[in-house]
């Protein structure tokens, strides 16, 4: 692996662990991190030799988390009167699409759901019988699951 991908790497696990101690601790996914994953990842594409075919995909693979979610959140408005998600998990997700590219982001976004329904099935089996109107009261910081998701998705894109 070249130097420049290890590096791309290493600062986007960087950022992830910020964002995740950051959406723990005040429920906020700083846009800053959002920029430096897109950034970094820009910078990579656009010093490599990876070709235009990446770009597009990188590119498709924004726009698809983009769409998704916001439909998704459009939905959850129309059916429980609020979002459901969070607009700093919109942008953290889309910016992990420039990093995976459009085959990947679906599986990012799949991942994503299924950890954030374990953790809060996890949060109500623990409170016991008003476990559930807990959960469903508060919102779940999402970094955790969207970090989480991005390595299982990153680790499955290098052996398919």
């Keep these: 692996m070249e130097v420049a991908r290890v590096l791309e790497i290493a600062v986007?696990?960087?950022t992830l662990a910020v964002c995740v101690v950051t959406d723990m601790r005040r429920r906020v996914i700083p846009n800053r991190c959002v920029?430096?994953?897109?950034?970094v990842r820009g910078a990579f594409?656009?010093?490599?030799?990876?070709?235009?075919?990446?770009?597009?995909s990188a590119c498709i693979g924004a726009v698809e988390a983009i769409a998704?979610?916001?439909?998704?959140?459009?939905?959850?408005?129309?059916?429980f009167g609020r979002p459901g998600i969070g607009g700093g998990d919109v942008k953290l997700v889309s910016a992990l699409g420039l990093c995976l590219g459009a085959v990947w982001t679906p599986v990012l976004i799949a991942l994503t759901s299924v950890f954030i329904v374990a953790a809060q099935c996890g949060q109500a089996i623990r409170h016991g019988r008003t476990g559930w109107c807990r959960v469903l009261e508060r919102a779940a910081p999402a970094a955790p699951a969207i970090a989480l998701a991005a390595?299982?998705?990153c680790g499955l894109s290098l052996y398919m």
Excluded at 35 to 39: D, G, Q, T
Excluded at 45 to 56: H, I, K, P, V, Y
Excluded at 68 to 79: D, E, F, K
């Design 12 to 14: 986007i696990a960087v």
């Design 35 to 39: 920029a430096i994953v897109a950034v």
């Design 45 to 56: 594409l656009l010093t490599s030799s990876c070709g235009g075919e990446t770009c597009a």
């Design 68 to 79: 998704v979610l916001m439909i998704s959140a459009g939905v959850s408005r129309a059916v």
């Design 151 to 153: 390595m299982v998705t």
